[in-house]
């Protein structure tokens, strides 16, 4: 049972550096990074990589710059680059957003990996780190992905990353692309411990042969059929 009475709540969020095996969080720079994830995203193809945002046409990588700084200026974005380890080049990026401290609730949002970053491992750890850091720094008990419904790709991402589907918002927003049906999932607190484990099996580089490729999916650890110890 949840003690209440012992409730306080949590630290908000930062972006400060965290450093991984295969990839490291840092800070938002828009002047470093825009241009660097602009690029990632296809130039102005960041507009279709980027579509179920909902934001106004880009033109540019200052018009990426502008959006993104703005969110954060505002506080609704505390938002974490995905940089490479050797040359520390932005290649993804995703934002703790929806922050309520008082109830340990924050989501995971504006999630975008570059061409760079695709089907690289590092794209996993990414978010186990930022996971990590809710949990077991800061100590939230509810860690949320949203997505627009029709958004399939994000769907597979949130339930491999081990979220769980909780229903459909029907008629949500509007959106420049007109309706939005928001999908919700969550992954909490009594729960991370496995999705931990379960991270960090597959991240294990035993798990990985000479060319990268992983030998189990981390789909395999999370059903048990592989062990995580």
């Known amino acids: 049972m949840f003690d209440h009475a012992g409730w306080t709540p949590r630290p908000?969020?930062?972006?400060?550096?965290?450093?991984?095996?295969?990839?490291?969080?840092?800070p938002w720079d828009a002047e470093v990074?825009?241009?660097?994830?602009?690029?990632?995203?296809?130039g102005l193809?960041?507009?279709?990589?980027?579509?179920?945002?909902?934001?106004k046409p880009m033109n540019a990588w200052r018009d990426f710059a502008d959006i993104m700084q703005g969110f954060n200026d505002s506080g609704d974005f505390v938002t974490c680059i995905f940089a490479e380890k050797e040359f520390g080049r932005a290649v993804g990026m995703a934002s703790y957003m929806a922050i309520v401290p008082e109830n340990g609730s924050v989501e995971t949002g504006c999630v975008a990996h570059?061409?760079?970053?695709?089907?690289?491992?590092?794209?996993?750890?990414?978010?186990?780190?930022?996971?990590?850091?809710?949990f077991d720094e800061l100590g939230y008990r509810r860690y949320e992905w949203k997505l627009?419904?029709?958004n399939k790709p994000s769907h597979r991402a949130a339930r491999r990353m081990g979220f769980t589907f909780e229903g459909v918002f029907r008629q949500h927003q509007v959106k420049s692309y007109g309706n939005r049906d928001t999908?919700?999932?969550?992954?909490?607190?009594?729960?991370?411990?496995?999705?931990r484990a379960t991270f960090e099996a597959w991240l294990h580089p035993d798990?990985?042969?000479?060319?990268?490729?992983?030998?189990?999916?981390?789909?395999?650890?999370?059903?048990?059929?592989?062990?995580t110890m």
Request: with cysteine; charged share 20%.
């Open 12 to 26: 908000h969020p930062t972006n400060l550096p965290i450093l991984g095996q295969y990839i490291d969080i840092v």
């Open 33 to 42: 990074h825009a241009e660097q994830l602009w690029d990632e995203f296809g």
């Open 45 to 55: 193809k960041a507009n279709q990589h980027l579509f179920h945002y909902g934001w």
């Open 114 to 134: 570059g061409q760079s970053l695709l089907r690289k491992r590092g794209a996993t750890e990414a978010h186990y780190l930022m996971a990590r850091r809710a």
């Open 148 to 150: 627009n419904n029709p």
């Open 183 to 195: 999908a919700w999932y969550s992954m909490l607190d009594h729960e991370w411990p496995k999705c």
């Open 207 to 227: 798990n990985f042969d000479d060319a990268g490729s992983q030998k189990h999916t981390l789909e395999s650890f999370r059903s048990g059929d592989i062990s």
